[in-house]
């Protein structure tokens, strides 16, 4: 208990202790590593298990692996924030995965088949003729998996057709050759 006064006169307040905090108990000689506050403060470490399908930003929750509390009191819970790396090959967005596939002319034109990647695999994919740039392939069930439930998301695969930027006489020859014979218009300069 303490006593105050005032302009309103002498009141009385309850407040904690400050010498022992409200514990009841007062140590006399703290010890260097606690200074008196009944618990030491250690690294260690933890294996955690990181979930499949976890997105930047994430919180991982440990119960009881916090801070001790002053005095023998619970220890607090530690929160882990999760921060996922981009990946070489493919882009996420949300539980999908979108991969960039880039053909040749030839290619577009007259139909392939190509190996696309996945994230444990590489499946086929038949490329049909006359593909344009900008088109999309679903691939069902080949994204990431999602967060606490079954399944996977999807791969995306785009379509990009690589343009030659640079043709010898005779390639240049043979493209004109081709854009006349498809009736498409085109430049007779020489570039």
Known sequence: ??????????FMQVVECSSCNG????????CKPCKGRGYERQLR???IKIPAGVDDGSRIRLTGEGDVGDFGQAAGDLYILL????????KREN????YTLDLSFPEAALGTIVQIPTLEKTIELKIDSGVQTGS???IRGEGVPI????????LLVEIVISTPKKLNK??????????DHLDIPHDSKEG
Do not use: C, Y
């Open 147 to 154: 967060l606490n439930r079954k399944g996977r998301g999807d």
């Open 23 to 30: 514990s009841g108990e007062l140590i006399e000689t703290p």
């Open 136 to 138: 999309m392939f679903r």
């Open 83 to 90: 921060q996922v790396s981009n990946h070489k090959v493919f």
């Open 95 to 98: 539980f999908n995965l979108l």
């Open 45 to 47: 470490d933890l294996n």
């Open 1 to 10: 208990k303490r006593s105050q006064s005032s302009l309103f006169g002498q």
């Open 170 to 179: 005779e390639a240049k020859e043979l493209f004109k050759q081709l854009a």
